[in-house]
């Protein structure tokens, strides 16, 4: 048997392996992970909302890349910021659409400096209310410009 051999070298290996295990647990638990977003993630709404608000397990340093697309297949403009009441959520406003599937991508960059990513989706039965109006004010001009000029 050579130096360093037999029971009490195991006996230290399995001593710094559970150190090494008890001390780096936390650091791997610690990233920041979707904790929950209104409207949850498959939830189908009557009105596509004006926002998404994600919420994650802990505070981020700032958000990342973030987009929506709407029902139409078009890029929503999204606007995301950081609640400032509170710095685990995430607040992205979704730009007017139809009714259908929204998909919202984001990145967030955690406190430990790590981007971590992921999509929501969900769908409205009808479109925005923003959209509704935005209809409603076209259908009432058309109709307006096709009156007979009055004399």
């Not at 990233?31 to 498959?42: F, I, K, V």
């Not at 009441?85 to 430990?112: C, H, K, N, Q, T």
């Amino acid at each position: 048997m050579g130096f360093g051999d037999g029971p009490r070298l195991d006996g230290l290996r399995f001593i710094v392996g559970l150190l090494a295990v008890a001390l780096l647990a936390p650091v791997a638990a610690g990233h920041t992970g979707l904790s929950s977003a209104r409207p949850p993630d498959g939830a189908v709404v009557g009105i596509a909302p004006e926002r998404v608000v994600l919420t994650f397990a802990q505070p981020f340093v700032r958000a990342g890349d973030v987009s929506v697309t709407g029902p139409s297949g078009a890029e929503l403009a999204a606007e995301p910021r950081q609640d400032p009441r509170d710095a685990r959520r995430l607040i992205v406003g979704v730009g007017p659409d139809g009714a259908g599937v929204y998909d919202v991508g984001w990145a967030i960059v955690a406190a430990d400096g790590h981007e971590i990513t992921g999509t929501t989706s969900f769908r409205a039965r009808r479109g925005s209310v923003a959209r509704s109006t935005e209809a409603i004010r076209r259908a009432l001009a058309d109709a307006a410009s096709a009156m007979p000029a009055s004399t």
